[in-house]
């Protein structure tokens, strides 16, 4: 059974920084992609990034440059930094785990990340 953990949400001013953090049990991590999504309020799942065991990262065009994703293999950990945030960053995000393909199979419960002064 793979459980992913997010933590590090919450409340930050508009122009403000936050990294998440996304702990993942088992041996999965290693082997596999991970990534983030992000649901704003009212809005669909999106992509936020992805990055492979291998250290290769993706991001959602809108995002590249405001936000990073990184990984630590011997943690088990997925960290998503994320700088100059803006209201329309205000959403639950979700850690994620890809299996095969380009959609994620697993999901952890979602972290609120609110934008706001």
């Known amino acids: 059974q793979v459980q992913l953990v997010e933590s590090g949400g919450g409340l930050v001013q508009p122009g403000g920084s936050l990294r998440l953090a996304c702990a993942a049990s088992?041996?999965?991590?290693?082997?596999?992609?991970m990534g983030w999504y992000r649901q704003p309020p009212g809005k669909q799942r999106e992509l936020v990034a992805a990055i492979t065991s291998g250290g290769t990262t993706n991001y959602a065009d809108s995002l590249k440059g405001r936000f990073t994703i990184s990984r630590d293999n011997a943690k088990n950990t997925v960290y998503l930094q994320m700088d100059s945030l803006k209201p329309e960053d205000t959403a639950v995000y979700y850690c994620?785990?890809?299996?095969?393909?380009?959609?994620?199979?697993?999901w952890g419960q979602g972290t609120q990340v609110t934008v706001s002064s």
């Open positions: 088992g041996s999965f991590f290693s082997t596999k992609a």
């Open positions: 994620t785990g890809y299996c095969s393909g380009s959609y994620p199979c697993y």
